[in-house]
């Protein structure tokens, strides 16, 4: 019986620590939380005084928070591995994601994340959306096509957003399908739109007066 129970203390001795690991982080939980608003600031157009620096001063604040914030989430990587909705909640979980997504000059280590986020994803722990966002970004960041069609340019000749490479568009929007994405027209139309908006004094100056609409299928 020794053996049986020895095996037993084994088992429940690796499922403890287990469970102790996706105990729920609210110290990594805040972290995160706070990190992200550094982040945003760095990703989206400059507001307020950040408006007032010069182009150059401003390219390094974003790639000093980019590259700081890829440190810090390692340690976070390779403490916890993959933080859930279970150990961070969604919102945390979200802003890890996106933090990655950013991390654009380290895809070595967006591609460890994407490893690991897919058994997380495929457990109901995170967010699939997600996960082709990232899948896409992995793959452009090694010179690959991408899967999804997230990643955008734009053409500002007709104010369009169109798809960065894409393997096999033909059959894109069965693949955003399964991830619960919506067609590819309605994701461009939408961005077409937005950027238009946030860029309508240069455009309208070029005669251009609306974005772009693909027809929807």
């Known amino acids: ?3 049986f129970i020895s095996l037993l203390l084994i088992l429940w ?3 403890f620590n287990v469970s102790a690991q996706k105990k729920f982080n609210q110290v990594l939980t805040d972290s995160l939380n706070s990190w992200v608003v550094f982040d945003q600031i760095a990703a989206k157009s400059p507001e307020g005084k950040y408006k007032l620096m010069s182009r150059a001063r401003l390219e390094q604040f974003k790639d000093s928070v980019f590259t700081t914030h890829q440190k810090l989430l390692s340690q976070v ?3 916890y591995g ?3 909705y279970d150990m961070v909640g969604k919102e945390a979980s979200n802003h890890f994601w996106l933090m990655v997504q950013h991390c654009d000059k380290q895809p070595n280590f967006q591609q460890k994340v994407l490893k690991a986020m897919k058994k997380e994803v495929d457990s109901g722990n995170a967010h699939p959306q997600n996960f082709a966002y990232l899948t896409d970004r992995v ?3 090694t010179s690959q096509k991408q899967v999804y069609g997230t990643q955008i340019t734009y053409n500002t000749d007709s104010c369009q957003a169109i798809p960065r490479a894409l393997v096999d568009s033909a059959t894109v929007n069965q693949r955003r399908k399964q991830v619960g994405l ?3 027209e309605v994701y461009l139309n939408e961005m077409s739109a937005l950027h238009f908006m946030m860029n309508k004094a240069s455009y309208e100056k ?3 007066l609306k974005p772009k609409i ?4």
């Open 82 to 84: 993959y933080p859930g």
């Open 1 to 3: 019986m020794r053996p």
């Open 13 to 15: 001795s690796y499922t």
């Open 139 to 141: 793959r452009l960041n």
């Open 206 to 208: 070029k005669g251009i």
């Open 77 to 79: 990587f390779e403490k």
């Open 182 to 184: 919506p067609p590819i």
């Open 214 to 217: 693909l027809k929807l299928p």
